[in-house]
T-cell receptor, first 110, second 112 residues
Framework: DTAVSQTPKYLVTQMGNDKSIKCEQN?????MYWYKQDSKKFLKIMFS???????INETVPNRFSPKSPDKAHLNLHINSLELGDSAVYFC?????????FGQGTRLTVV | GDSVTQMEGPVTLSEEAFLTINCTYT??????LFWYVQYPGEGLQLLLK?????DKGSNKGFEATYRKETTSFHLEKGSVQVSDSAVYFC???????????FGAGTTVTVRA
């Protein structure tokens, strides 16, 4: 059983489109995150949710909107995609600081 | 705010060489410290952790000791293998915080 699963694994889309990435965890964790990893492997936290409530929003453009319908899910919707949004996006969940990551979604905006 | 600084890569080694990746941190209180590893094409996975000063985390031949006096958590392995080629991330979290702060990552390549 995959602990943190995100879909899709690859996403190629044109500039200006709107897309969503889904994430689910079956670990019973209270906290979930979205991270963006650039081409140099640098990881930047985007959002953190705890029990469905937004806790951290790290100066991410308004075009990015997370949604947590329940504790096990944290989806990421991106409007009006730009070339600079191309990256690998990782979902993660954690309990007491110990994090489990999904496999990542490689987003390519053309 | 909290921050983690780790040595820049990339690091290239021969098999059976000694590996060390330096990591220092800035944080208030007593954070927990972690090393995560990212193999090519995969997500991050926990390699080892330490939750208090002088704790030593170890896994798969890797070790790191939580040194509060030097605010460091250096990763070491005595004899690396080709399969250790990956990106290694140092990270910290505080018990009352929902943020896991990562270092910039160090790419390690081990050649046969």
């Amino acid at each position: 059983d995959t602990a943190v699963s995100q879909t899709p694994k690859y996403l190629v889309t044109q500039m200006g489109n709107d897309k969503s990435i889904k994430c689910e965890q079956n670990l019973g964790h209270d906290t979930m995150y979205w991270y963006k990893q650039d081409s140099k492997k640098f990881l930047k936290i985007m959002f953190s949710y705890n029990n469905k409530e937004l806790i951290i929003n790290e100066t991410v453009p308004n075009r990015f909107s997370p949604k947590s319908p329940d504790k096990a899910h944290l989806n990421l919707h991106i409007n009006s995609l730009e070339l600079g949004d191309s990256a690998v996006y990782f979902c993660a969940s954690s309990q007491r600081g110990l994090a489990f990551f999904g496999q990542g979604t490689r987003l390519t905006v053309v | 705010g909290d921050s983690v600084t780790q040595m820049e890569g990339p690091v290239t080694l021969s098999e059976e060489a000694f590996l060390t990746i330096n990591c220092t941190y800035t944080a208030t209180g007593y954070p927990s410290l972690f090393w995560y590893v990212q193999y090519p094409g995969e997500g991050l996975q926990l390699l080892l952790k330490a939750t208090k000063a002088d704790d030593k985390g170890s896994n798969k031949g890797f070790e790191a000791t939580y040194r509060k006096e030097t605010t460091s958590f250096h990763l070491e392995k005595g004899s690396v293998q080709v399969s250790d080629s990956a990106v290694y991330f140092c990270a910290l979290s505080r018990s009352n915080d929902y943020k896991l702060s990562f270092g910039a990552g160090t790419t390690v390549t081990v050649r046969a």
